[in-house]
């Protein structure tokens, strides 16, 4: 038996959008606990991704809606973390700062890509 059948999910890319966003609603959290709950923004951000990942996955008509907030959200806060960080520093000062500044590109282009996709295909969202 496939995951796909197992999932109960009829379309590929539902399942890699909400992985993408269980994924990040994780990396998000773990962000929230290593700062000591100081960035409740990001405590949003978790909550909204890993929400909006459940249900992409169960093919909730909700879940339109709340992807493009997420494209919204998810867009103002890589664009402003990434200036802010290339402002503070170069691009690439060191090796980290340059994975830290690919993950956020990255972030923003999944986001926006998953925007995309699920508002092309929101009819077959029940």
Known sequence: ???KSKLKVE???VVTFSLFYAVAG????LILVLSNFTL?????????SLVTAYGLMRMRRWSVFLTAILFFLGTTFGATTLYSSVMRQTFYSSLEVLLFHVTIIAYVIMTTVA?????ANREGFR
């Open 1 to 3: 038996m496939s995951l």
């Open 11 to 13: 379309k590929l890319g």
């Open 26 to 29: 994780a990396a998000q959290a």
């Open 40 to 48: 409740v923004h990001i405590g949003f951000l978790a909550v909204l």
């Open 115 to 119: 925007f995309i996709y699920v508002r």
